[in-house]
T-cell receptor
Framework: NAGVMQNPRHLVRRRGQEARLRCSPM?????VYWYRQLPEEGLKFMVY????????ESGMPKERFSAEFPKEGPSILRIQQVVRGDSAAYFC?????????????FGEGSRLTVL | GNSVTQMEGPVTLSEEAFLTINCTYT??????LFWYVQYPGEGLQLLLK???ADDKGSNKGFEATYRKETTSFHLEKGSVQVSDSAVYFC?????????????WGAGTKLIIKP
């Protein structure tokens, strides 16, 4: 059973370009979470999605960032007009249910470098 | 609100030393508590968990006991190995507050020297 798959693993963008990060949850999981991790720091929650719905985007910057989880296909985290401060590792996690079971299954992350 | 506080790192130990990484929490309800581990270049993975007071979670030689009286969930291992070098995150999930989000500690980097 494949785990959470994220791609690309590494992405380099110049300032002003767009970055698209993809996440395929584990089979049977319909809940997806995106986190950002800056170097030498902990995880910062960004957004929680279920299929076709954004449940909580309180951790997302108001501008340039968006996320979706369509009925078919992976979840996408999109960053428009990237700036150097967007350089970070972006982790996706999935769970079979929402609520407070607390066990999340993480992908290996997508490391974005903005030049 | 809920929060998790971990001891600052890095923690540097020699192989076979005893490990303790402190974690304390505040919560409005009766949370579940977790330790996740992140090996270099990888995502996080669940190490152990405890869902009620006095429960002990254990895995791979690591243990943590849910202490409600001290609001703590300290991670311990009797004899560490070089392969335990990683970042360890304490987290909680509270059904009363933030019922679908894990609340994370800042992480503690562990370095084990041969």
């Amino acid at each position: 059973n494949a785990g959470v798959m994220q791609n690309p693993r590494h992405l380099v963008r110049r300032r002003g370009q767009e970055a698209r990060l993809r996440c395929s949850p584990m089979k049977g999981h319909s809940h997806v979470y995106w986190y950002r991790q800056l170097p030498e720091e902990g995880l910062k929650f960004m957004v929680y999605l279920q299929k076709e719905n954004i449940i909580d985007e309180s951790g997302m910057p108001k501008e340039r960032f968006s996320a979706e989880f369509p009925k078919e296909g992976p979840s996408i985290l999109r960053i428009q007009q990237v700036v150097r401060g967007d350089s970070a590792a972006y982790f996706c996690a999935s769970s079979p249910t929402g609520g407070n079971t607390g066990e999340l299954f993480f992908g290996e992350g997508s490391r974005l470098t903005v030049l | 609100g809920n929060s998790v506080t971990q001891m600052e790192g890095p923690v540097t130990l020699s192989e076979e030393a005893f490990l303790t990484i402190n974690c304390t929490y505040t919560a409005t309800g009766y949370p579940s508590l977790f330790w996740y581990v992140q090996y270099p270049g990888e995502g996080l993975q669940l190490l152990l968990k405890a869902t009620k007071a006095d429960d002990k979670g254990s895995n791979k030689g690591f243990e943590a006991t849910y202490r409600k009286e001290t609001t703590s969930f300290h991670l311990e291992k009797g004899s560490v190995q070089v392969s335990d070098s990683a970042v360890y995150f304490c987290a909680l999930s509270d059904p009363v507050d933030s019922n679908y989000q894990l609340i994370w500690g800042a992480g503690t980097k562990l370095i084990i020297k041969p």
